[in-house]
């Protein structure tokens, strides 16, 4: 479903070389839920924005669905059915959370369809529907607003960047709901992530370490590792 052959990731400043990905092959299956975590600085998001199209490897072959996606861009990634959400959610001026489920969607939806992807974010459709995607919301509620369009994608492999950043107020119950609710409907989850809770209904956890694949398994077997090293 998802290939990495050998993907490295190097940035360059001045006459300095820093290797953030250094040659990772790994696959992910379909239906599959594979949460990746390490120390900061180990390369996760960097990994997740390399998938997405959002920076370029500088060395490797990445393969979706058998088609090779090394050298496209985000916006054709998007249309072969891949989807982000990011750590910071992007705010939109002039736009309604509304609009925002209907671009996301590619097709107008009903204001029905749209409380119901605000419902499983723990939104009230009522409050939010009209709200603009602006300061005015915390972060809290952009990220969820912003978890809701990446649901009205209706893409096949969903990526998300630490989903847990800036939702104190709402459970990991919640959360770990709407996860469990995509891998039902047959989605592909690459989840980047520390929580504990999130790891835990993964099928696979991947632990990068200097830009390498430190650990990869079950979470049975993996989780008393990263306890016991700090990882």
Known sequence: MLELIDVGFVVKKGRSRTNILDHISLSIPKNSLIAITGPNG???????????GIKKSTSGQIFFNNTDITDKDITDRAKLGIAFSFQQPVKF???????????????????????NYLKSVG?????????????????????????????????????FDEPEAGIDLWSFEDLTKVFNRLKAEKKTLIIISHQERILKIADEIIVLDAGKIKYRGKPANILPKIKRRGS
Do not use: F, P
Not at 136 to 158: D, F, H, M, N, T
């Open 42 to 52: 180990s390369g996760k998001s960097s990994l997740a924005e390399i998938i997405m």
């Open 93 to 115: 001026k002039g736009v309604n959370v509304y609009d925002l489920l209907n671009s996301a969607s590619g097709e107008l939806i009903s204001e029905e369809e749209a409380a």
């Open 123 to 159: 939104l009230d459709a009522e409050k939010y529907l009209l709200r603009e995607v602006n300061d005015k919301l915390s972060g809290g509620e952009l990220k969820r607003i912003e978890i809701a369009s990446v649901l009205a994608r209706k893409a096949e492999l969903l990526i």
